[in-house]
T-cell receptor
């Protein structure tokens, strides 16, 4: 079945630094990638949607200059958290959808802790 | 009003019991519906899609009532391995951008007690 590989699975970084999270679709072409954030005991909140080769569409309240999304190829999308702060500590998950596909395949998530 | 509402629980249920979860959604334009399961510190995994006619997969039965904008999940003969958070998920097409968007409920936490 469809697999999305997400790395790193966890990261601890210092406040002010940037962190890049990668999601790769291993056996299908991900025409659309969704990036979510989940705080403890809360639901997944959609941050942005990106279509391959296009600029990402950000949800209301999500700073596009802080959360940089690149979806330059059909198998790779990245989320960069720039100038991370402790309040950015969260569980970040990507989800990919292939062209004509019905389902959404989730990455295994990245637990970011900013100290 | 939240777009997708669920009772957060927790539900503590003895092994072998039947448990039901409910979910309501606010957008009548929603197109497809799912139940996902999420284990602690893991990504959500699709449990089953939900169809208007109702559908069953082993011990799991899902129902959709579009008129009431209500979705349910029934788990029969619950197992210890069913302990997880169950997420009600609704898919809709955004009219502005033509993108599909999954909206997640906050989840209902289930613990099966031996």
């Amino acid at each position: 079945g469809a697999v999305v590989s997400q790395h790193p699975s966890w990261v601890i970084c210092k406040s002010g630094t940037s962190v890049k999270i990668e999601c790769r679709s291993l056996d299908f072409q991900a025409t659309t990638m969704f990036w979510y954030r989940q705080f403890p005991k809360q639901s997944l909140m959609l941050m942005a949607t990106s279509n391959e080769g296009s600029k990402a569409t950000y949800e209301q309240g999500v700073e596009k200059d802080k959360f940089l999304i690149n979806h330059a190829s059909l198998t790779l999308s990245t989320l960069t958290v720039t100038s991370a702060h402790p309040e950015d500590s969260s569980f970040y998950i990507c989800s990919a959808r292939g062209e004509g596909g019905y389902g959404y395949t989730f990455g295994s998530g990245t637990r970011l802790t900013v100290v | 009003r939240k777009e997708v509402e669920q009772d957060p629980g927790p539900f503590n249920v003895p092994e072998g019991a039947t448990v039901a979860f409910n979910c309501t959604y606010s957008n009548s334009a929603s197109q497809s519906f799912f139940w996902y399961r999420q284990d602690c510190r893991k990504e959500p995994k699709l449990l089953m899609s939900v169809y208007s006619s109702g559908n069953e997969d082993g011990r799991f039965t899902a129902q959709l009532n579009r008129a009431s904008q209500y979705i349910s999940l029934l788990i029969r003969d619950s197992k210890l391995s069913d302990s997880a958070t169950y997420l009600c998920v609704v898919n809709m097409m955004e009219s502005n951008f033509g993108n599909e968007k999954l909206t997640f409920g906050t989840g209902t936490r289930l613990t099966i007690i031996p």
